[in-house]
């Protein structure tokens, strides 16, 4: 069986095929120099430097439970207990989110309508939600349609948009409310309205958690003792010995009767079963032949680049210290960062005690033209727009910039009809699968949970077919 791509997408499913069935022999192709993807882990000196996403959600349970089974759990860490939280810059002041707020909900009504983030006249829309009729019928929104419906233009502009475009680098003017927020939308449908949903919630218990956060559940997540490449290296170590095969360029497969021709570097090989695993770009060229239609939906699917860019920075450069974990950019603040996460504030390990490790987001589908400057620009950007947010001043003792170029899928309004559609068309195709963040869902744990669904469903299909190995 091949697995064509190597970043978490492709390593997972190898992985969890293999526990499912160790008679399957794997084979999985990486064109690059090292498996991963965008996850990686960079040690320089004391700084332990993430270049992609630094820790992971507990829900849905896919990534926990994963690393669970491959006897990764003892190298899991927690957030720091201090500092918890998030802030949103506001006329260049670092405003703290209301406590109890969380992505787009409020679990608390009293920190709103004391946050200097609103107005007055946008904290009397804020509290008007609890009047406003749900949408009729079940057609997909962009989040702005839902938030300026619900809550008004400033909770959207200020708390919602920024917030959701720290997570998703997007256009939450076209950003699908049912593929990235479907439990809110969910909470509309039930309840009538979020105010509503709250208060059975809160009579449940069921928002203990939420009510004492400020943007994110950060006790919900979980982090590597030595950054997230262990994750990967423990995926990749499970995998039987000489089953990746690095700087492998497949350029293409195609149905031959029963079998799959796999071209590689110019060579074919031939498997039973062929998982693509690959970002919609690369994809497309390898599905096109064989399935046209997913591949047209799967084109339709766009991706924004980002570029990360670290600092590590002596304390006592910082004149105006920040005690919580980050804090996000509204595009009306007319900034050239998205966010910025304090990585040694999260997560011990990261840095000296008398330096900081910053890491600042740029770029997105917002601001794509900033991605065109040389890592030198970006990181003088960033050190300036940190010189009047959090006071840094002098020089920083180690700059990485990171650039993830179409990295980030859009799920845009109607992405859940186009996935349909992709799913439904390779699922026709007998001995064909494809699992990539551009479907079901961009962090980790999605990512894992559709690599374990994949898995499953090609075991059963294998055993329903009488095979009991692979070539």
Known sequence: MAIIGGGLSGLSTAAKLHRLDQSIQLVLFESGPR???????????????????????????????????LGLEDQLIEPKPSGRGARIVRNGQLVPIPEGFVLMRATQLWPMLCTPLLSLQGKLRFLLERWIAPA???????????????????????????????????????????????????????????????????????????????????????????????????????????????NCFVESIRPDGDQWIVTESGTDHEFDHVVVAVPPKAAINLLEPTVPLASAELAQIESASAAIVVLAVSAKDIQRPVNTFGFVVPLSEKRRILAGSFASHKFSGRSPEDHVLIRVFMGG???????????????????????????????????????????????????????????????????????????????????????????????????ESGNTSDG
């Open 365 to 463: 589908a917002m601001q794509p033209e900033l991605l065109e400057k040389s890592d030198a620009e970006l990181a003088k950007i960033v050190q300036e727009e940190l010189s009047e947010l959090i006071g840094l001043t002098g020089d920083p003792v180690l700059t990485r910039v990171v650039r993830w170029n179409d990295a980030m899928p859009q799920y845009h309004v109607g992405h859940g009809e186009r996935v349909r559609i992709i799913d439904e068309e390779i699922d026709r195709i007998p001995g064909l699968s494809f699992t990539s963040n551009a479907l079901h869902g961009v962090g980790i744990a999605p990512v894992i949970k559709q690599a374990d669904q994949v898995a499953r469903k090609v075991v059963s299909s294998w055993k």
């Open 35 to 69: 498996v991963g993807g965008v996850i990686h882990t960079e040690q320089v000196g004391e700084f332990l430097i993430d270049h992609g996403a630094d820790m992971f959600s507990k829900k849905p349970s896919a990534a926990i439970d994963f690393c669970c089974e």
């Open 136 to 246: 009729k019928g079940d057609a997909d929104e962009s989040i702005s349609s839902f938030v300026q419906r619900r809550m008004g233009q400033q909770v959207l502009d200020r708390i919602v948009a920024p917030l959701s475009a720290g997570i998703y680098t997007a256009d939450v003017t076209q950003l699908s409310m049912q593929t990235t927020m479907q439990a809110i939308a969910k909470m509309e449908k039930q309840y009538g309205s979020l105010a509503r949903a709250t208060a059975v919630r809160r009579r449940k218990g069921e928002d203990s958690v939420e009510r004492g956060s400020t943007g994110a559940r950060y006790g919900q997540f979980r982090a590597f003792r030595g950054g997230m490449i262990e994750l990967i290296n423990g995926i990749a170590q499970s995998l039987p010995d000489d089953s990746i095969k690095l």
